[in-house]
Structure formats: structure tokens, C-alpha cells
Nanobody, 121 residues
Framework: QVQLVESGGGSVPVGGSLTLSCVAS????????MGWWRQAPGKEREGIAE???????NYAGSVEGRFSIFKDDAKNAVFLKMDSLEPDDAGTYYC???????????????WGEGTQVTVSS
């Protein structure tokens, strides 16, 4: 199983930017997707961004236009650049790896332990 380690969380003001990183312990199987999920206190975990093995990107409506996912296959890494952060973006952000489409919970095969993002007004 691929192990995922996130980094880059922190506290930023409303409107600020942050980039999260996730490194996999090894190259995921061919055809794997990578993605980012988040969970706010008292809410369910939600998928917000995915990138397929061939580079297609998809986003949840709540972050589209503000967040950008990209990857570096040579480093087994995926990143989430977050701009124009809002208070509702606060929560724990999880890196995920899975089968083809990482915005689908049943597709997820590996989770990171999460990194905290706080947005202060």
C-alpha cells in the first residue's frame, strides 16, 4: 500500500494563499489518481480536487477557480495550491491515492494523515 505524507498546512488570513504538498512512499500503480479531500469540524470529509494518471484535473464547485492541483511524477508528489482562501476552507486536508477517479470515495486506496489549515478573519 502506498503511504502518503502531507505537509504545508498552517494559518493564513482570509484572502491568503497556501500550497499543500503530498509525497508518496513509492510510485502508485499505473492508472492511479491522486487527490485532495478536506474535513471541517462537524462535517463529512469531502473530495475537492483530483488529478488522473494522465493529468486531467477535476474540482469540487466550492474550490474551482481558486484551487489548483498539480503533480510531479518524478518525485511521486502531488500539490494543492490554494488562493483566495475563505473561512469555510478551514479544516484538515487529506491527500489520497486511488483507482482512476479520486473524487469518488470508493476509489480511494490510501489516505494521508492530514494537515491542518486555518483561515483567520
Amino acid at each position: 500500500q502506498v503511504q502518503l505524507v502531507e505537509s504545508g498546512g498552517g494559518s493564513v488570513p482570509v484572502g491568503g494563499s497556501l500550497t499543500l504538498s503530498c509525497v508518496a512512499s513509492r510510485q502508485p500503480p499505473y492508472g492511479s489518481c491522486m487527490g485532495w479531500w478536506r474535513q471541517a469540524p462537524g462535517k463529512e470529509r469531502e473530495g475537492i480536487a483530483e488529478i488522473t494518471y494522465d493529468g486531467h484535473r477535476n474540482y469540487a464547485g466550492s474550490v474551482e477557480g481558486r484551487f489548483s492541483i498539480f503533480k510531479d511524477d518524478a518525485k511521486n508528489a502531488v500539490f494543492l495550491k490554494m488562493d483566495s482562501l475563505e473561512p469555510d476552507d478551514a479544516g484538515t486536508y487529506y491527500c489520497a491515492s486511488g483507482d482512476e477517479r479520486c473524487l469518488r470515495p470508493r476509489a480511494i486506496r490510501s489516505w494521508g494523515e492530514g494537515t491542518q489549515v486555518t483561515v483567520s478573519s
